[in-house]
């Protein structure tokens, strides 16, 4: 994805034993999810990607680490891109970096990260940590976690994309917190990315916060897409079933009814749902591929929804 | 399994899934093997001296313990985790240190009596019923929580103590008491029903145990 080199250590022979090892990734081509453009002309990502908060926070557990791999592995056949970590996540960024290494760093990667620190001088420190945990150069994506010491956070963040220390900035936010103050931040700043909870039940930021990225030519983020599971999780084992009509908009699973009705916002580039699971992890990114509900089935999306 | 969409919310707040927390009591018995039997020996040991007068080992075996899980379990294993848990290991020092002040002071000096039967009932959920309670409800032999080295057990246990003692000394309680709320919660929202109750009856029982209320001092000062 990134126009620069940002694998540490591994050389081409690395990938190459990656490859060799996952041999799925090699056919990751042929599976290509649909993308949306990344504002200002700077390229396109897949419109599903990943979260890692919770799933990837598995310490040292070595069993866990090599579940995780397999994860990251199907995610990256599947055509996946953009993976989303923060320093709050525990050992999330480090486990996404031993799998990273293990599958020799695929080129989709859009490597999003936060800088999440009371203390609004540690911003570029904490990044180079992240960054060291990840096993990147830089970033694809640094964004302000949850609005922390924001001020001095997205001040830094502008001076490292001017010098070319990361490729894009942004701000987080979640379960419609503080929003007011998020609007204000989109209008005054020059931001490339926000990252808000938007999903089919969650649709509060529809009426300024999506507008005004879009006006302004920002990419959305959508995390919390399945409400933290508790949104799919509780249709699946209602076994609630899909309404006739969703094969329109190539739904077979309810993770594509889910994550179409997300991506398919016009304001929305990607949904990051988080899965400790390679089954789920292949259902969420088929979501991506096929067609997309337009406004009128949107509205019927809701309404069905309201009645399952 | 407990199962509960209402826990969801709950489960926002929680940094690991209920996997990668069932796992880490698997992970502490293969980082201290074989040494977890010698800690459950040191907590029989200081029940032992408790029991026979002998106050300063009895507190020096205890707060062996809590300095052992502090740094097996917290800073080891839960803080990579949780970057919380580091401050749970220096809380769990701290108790070490309390442990030992009152056992030097003679505050683990056995008294019998209905109080010190329900501090029993505490040492034994601790010992017995709580760790055999995992491979009995679908949790792994190999997660087998052992008293002295996993950090529920040894709240339980460190709990009962004063209960058996004269004078009572509360202050070794507020720290456990802490711990088996968060360790609740997390069970809690992990779905196993049996974690998830230990704070609740614990703290029922010491309320019990000081009267009508688990607020009120009850006992002797101390
Ligand atoms: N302020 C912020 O910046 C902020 C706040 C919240 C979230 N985020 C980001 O957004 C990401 C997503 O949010 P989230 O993790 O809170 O919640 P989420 O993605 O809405 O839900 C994650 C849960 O959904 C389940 N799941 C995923 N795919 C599934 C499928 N196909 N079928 C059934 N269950 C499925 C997962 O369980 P299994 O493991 O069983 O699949 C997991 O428990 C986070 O990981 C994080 O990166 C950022």
Redesign the interface.
């Known amino acids: 994805m990134a126009e620069y080199s940002r694998r540490r250590v591994l050389g081409g022979l690395g990938a190459a034993l990656a490859v060799a090892a996952w041999p799925g990734l090699a056919a990751a081509a042929g599976k290509a999810l649909n993308r949306a453009a990344l504002p200002g002309g700077g390229g396109s990502i897949p419109v599903i990607g990943m979260g890692t908060?919770?799933?990837f926070?598995?310490?040292?557990?070595p069993?866990?680490r090599q579940a995780r791999t397999q994860v990251l592995a199907a995610f990256f056949e599947e055509g996946g891109g953009l993976i989303d970590s923060s320093p709050?996540?525990?050992?999330a960024q480090s486990v996404l970096g031993h799998g990273l290494e293990k599958l020799g760093y695929p080129d989709s990667l859009f490597a999003a990260d936060k800088v999440w620190t009371r203390d609004g001088g540690a911003t570029r420190k904490q990044a180079a940590e992240s960054a060291a945990s990840w096993g990147l150069e830089r970033f694809d994506l640094l964004q302000v976690h949850n609005l922390l010491a924001w001020e001095a956070h997205l001040e830094t963040l502008m001076a490292m994309k001017e010098a070319g220390e990361v490729g894009a900035i942004g701000i987080t936010t979640s379960?419609g917190r503080r929003l007011d103050q998020f609007e204000r931040i989109m209008e005054r700043h020059e931001l490339d990315f926000i990252q808000l909870t938007y999903n089919i039940r969650d649709r509060w930021a529809e009426d300024r916060i999506l507008p005004l990225a879009r006006e302004k030519g920002i990419a959305v983020i959508a995390n919390r897409p399945y409400?933290?599971?508790?949104l799919i999780?509780?249709l699946k084992d209602r076994g609630a079933p899909l309404p006739d009509w969703a094969g329109e908009i190539d739904c077979r699973t309810w993770a594509d009814f889910l994550l179409k009705f997300i991506v398919s916002h016009p304001a929305v580039t990607c949904a990051i749902p988080a899965t400790?699971s390679v089954e789920h992890v292949r259902e969420n990114m088929a979501a991506g591929r096929g067609a997309m509900p337009d406004a009128a089935q949107r509205q019927r999306m809701i309404e069905t929804l309201a009645a399952a | 399994m407990l199962g509960s969409l209402d826990t969801y919310a709950l489960r926002d707040f929680v940094p690991v899934t209920p996997e990668v927390w069932a796992r880490l009591f698997e992970r502490l018995n293969e980082q201290v093997w074989p040494w977890q039997g010698l800690f459950l020996l040191l907590m029989l040991f200081a029940l032992w001296r408790l029991y026979r007068g002998g106050s300063p080992t009895a507190g020096l075996a205890l707060a062996a313990c809590w300095c052992w899980s502090a740094v097996q379990f917290q800073f080891l294993l839960h803080t990579p985790l949780n970057w919380a848990a580091s401050l749970m290991g220096w809380a769990f020092m701290v108790q070490a240190v309390l442990v030992l002040l009152v056992g030097l002071g003679g505050g683990w000096r056995f008294s019998g009596g209905l109080r010190a039967k329900l501090g029993v009932v505490l040492v034994l959920a601790g010992i017995v019923v709580l760790p055999v309670a995992g491979p009995l409800t679908g949790r792994s032999w190999a997660a087998f929580e052992v008293a002295g080295t996993a950090p529920t057990p040894t709240a339980l246990v460190t709990l009962g103590m004063p209960l058996m003692a004269r004078p009572i000394s509360w202050v070794t309680g507020v720290i456990p008491v802490l711990w088996l709320v968060y360790s609740s919660v997390i069970w809690w929202v992990s779905g196993w029903l049996p974690g998830a109750v230990v704070a609740p009856l614990a703290i029922a029982t010491l309320g019990v145990a000081t009267g009508a209320s688990p607020w009120s001092r009850g006992g002797e000062p101390s």
């Open positions: 908060w919770r799933t926070n598995v310490g040292e557990d069993e866990l709050m996540y525990g050992s379960h409400q933290g599971g508790s999780k509780g400790t």
